[in-house]
C-alpha cells in the first residue's frame, strides 16, 4: 500500500531551527509537497520538489531524496506565527495525492 | 477577493437528513476536489473534477455525490448524513487535474465543519 510517514507532533523554541521529516512509499513519484495549515484554517502550499536537492524558499526549505523515499522541511528564525500543522504530501504515478497526517509543530517562546 | 469559498462553515445536522455543501472558485481553474480531513488522518480525496462536465471517485466516495455544471461550481451532497460523517470538509481547486500539466499547486477553501448526530 501507499504509505506517508511524518511525525504527529513537534516542539521547538523561538528564532531555533527545526526539521520535520517526511518518509514515503508510493507506486510511482511525480512530486512531493508541502503544505502549512493553522488550526481551523485552510492548507497553504508552501513547497514542491521534484528533483533531488534542496529548494530554499526565504526561512523555509525542503529536502528530496528520491532513492531513499524521504524529504524533509527546514525552518529556520522560527516565529510564533510558524505553530502550525505542516502537510506532507506525494503525487504518485497516476498523479493522484497521497497525504502524511501531518505534524503539528508548536512553538515556545 | 480571488479564491475559493466553502458555505456553510460550520453545521449541525440530524442523521438521515440530506445536505449540500456548497464551493466556488473564481480562478478559472480546470480542476475541483473535494476532501475530508479528520483527526489523526491524512486529507482523503472524496470525488473530484478533471474539468466541467465530469467528476469521478477519489479514496472515500461512498455516500456522497457531485457535480460539475460549470467551471465555477462543485457542490457536495451527502444523501443521507450518517455520524460517520462528522468532519471537515475541504473544497480545492489546481489548473489541471493533480498538476500532470505543471507543479499541482492546490488552492484551498477555509472548510466547512460539519456534525451529523
Given at each position: 500500500g501507499q504509505n506517508i510517514d511524518q511525525p504527529t507532533e513537534m516542539t521547538a523554541t523561538e528564532g531555533a531551527i527545526v526539521q520535520i521529516n517526511c518518509t514515503y512509499q508510493t507506486s510511482g513519484f511525480n512530486g512531493?509537497?508541502?503544505?502549512?495549515?493553522?488550526a481551523g484554517e485552510a492548507p497553504t502550499f508552501l513547497s514542491y520538489n521534484v528533483l533531488d536537492g534542496l529548494e530554499e524558499k526565504g526561512?523555509?526549505?525542503?529536502?528530496?531524496?528520491?532513492?531513499?523515499?524521504?524529504?524533509?522541511?527546514l525552518l529556520k528564525e522560527l516565529q510564533m506565527?510558524?505553530?502550525?500543522?505542516?502537510?506532507?504530501?506525494v503525487k504518485d504515478s497516476n498523479y493522484q495525492l497521497i497525504w502524511g497526517a501531518g505534524t503539528k509543530l508548536i512553538i515556545k517562546p | 477577493i480571488a479564491g475559493i469559498t466553502q458555505a456553510p462553515t460550520?453545521?449541525?445536522?440530524?442523521?438521515?437528513?440530506?445536505?449540500?455543501l456548497r464551493c466556488t472558485q473564481d480562478m478559472r481553474h480546470n480542476a475541483m476536489y473535494w476532501y475530508r480531513q479528520d483527526l489523526g488522518l491524512g486529507l482523503r480525496l472524496i470525488h473530484?473534477?478533471?474539468?466541467?462536465?465530469?467528476?469521478?471517485?477519489?479514496?472515500?466516495?461512498?455516500?456522497?455525490?457531485?457535480?460539475?455544471?460549470?467551471?465555477?461550481?462543485?457542490?457536495?451532497t451527502l444523501a443521507s448524513a450518517v455520524p460517520s460523517q462528522t468532519s471537515v470538509y475541504f473544497c480545492a481547486s489546481s489548473d489541471s487535474y493533480f498538476g500532470q500539466e505543471n507543479t499541482g499547486e492546490l488552492f484551498f477553501g477555509e472548510g466547512s465543519r460539519l456534525t451529523v448526530l
Open positions: 512531493l509537497f508541502w503544505y502549512q495549515q493553522h526561512r523555509f526549505s525542503s529536502f528530496l531524496s528520491r532513492s531513499k523515499g524521504y524529504s524533509y522541511l506565527k510558524d505553530s502550525a500543522s505542516y502537510l506532507c504530501a | 460550520s453545521q449541525i445536522l440530524a442523521a438521515g437528513r440530506r445536505m449540500t473530484y473534477s478533471n474539468t466541467a462536465g465530469t467528476t469521478g471517485k477519489g479514496e472515500v466516495p461512498d455516500g456522497y455525490s457531485v457535480s460539475r455544471a460549470n467551471t465555477d461550481d462543485f457542490p457536495l
